[in-house]
């Protein structure tokens, strides 16, 4: 049932990061419209600023996933190890 109940968290936690690498991909491309849009210069270096520091995060986006998804499997094999020790005494 633990199984089960760690997939479903695990498909619902990356559906969540792929709409959070889709937003940011939308504001930068955004911010980037807006930048060549701009008549200030000091307007256009902000969008454009803002997009490149979005576009960055959205980079590493898949990156934090895998971290936290090794993460995840580590404590969950400790949990697990932990239980059959605890189990054999």
Do not use: N, W
């Not at 307007?43 to 990156?63: C, G, K, N, S, T």
Request: proline share 1%; net charge positive; aromatic share 4%.
């Amino acid at each position: 049932m633990r199984a089960v109940e760690g997939a479903t968290r695990v498909a619902l936690f990356l559906r969540r990061l792929g709409f959070r690498l889709c937003i940011y991909r939308l504001l930068a491309e955004h911010h980037r419209k807006l930048a060549k849009e701009a008549v200030l210069d000091v307007v256009q270096q902000y969008h454009l600023d803002l997009a490149r520091r979005l576009a960055d995060e959205a980079a590493l986006i898949p990156r934090r996933t895998a971290i936290s998804e090794r993460l995840r499997d580590r404590e969950q094999q400790s949990t697990e190890k932990r239980g059959e020790d605890d189990g054999g005494e």
